[in-house]
């Protein structure tokens, strides 16, 4: 499989007397297929960790803040335990959309209570659910 990296779309806007209007021109979501939207009530809960080798996600906070972490796993069905996960600060105030490829697994916590982050998806539901992988939520990353 070729490496693809995470990357981070940053909004632009623009601003006159009928309001603000956000956009993201440099991102393409071309093959999108469906998206969701994840809702936190409050800090407490861990959402870790998932992983897909093919299905690309795209992540937006809507309303408060979150950690999102990745990590490669090494080996799908044994990984190492060493590996060491990135940490992407994602905030509804600093409009931006992180794209994690396939080959990643991911972890999501709320910063703040009432935090949604939607999520943008190029496999249907049942192509994702036969790429999905679930690893113990404290294997790379103590929440």
Known sequence: MEEQNIQLFKAGQHIDVRGVLTYFNDLDLQGIKRLYIIEHPDTSIV????????????????????????????????????LKPALNLLKATDVSILHVPGGHATGITALESDSRLLVFSDLSTEESQKDDFRFDKNLWYQW
């Open 47 to 82: 959402r870790a960790w998932q992983g897909h080798k093919r299905e690309n996600k795209w992540f937006l906070v809507l309303n408060g803040a979150f950690n999102l972490l990745t990590v490669q796993p090494d080996n799908w069905d044994n990984p190492s335990t060493d």
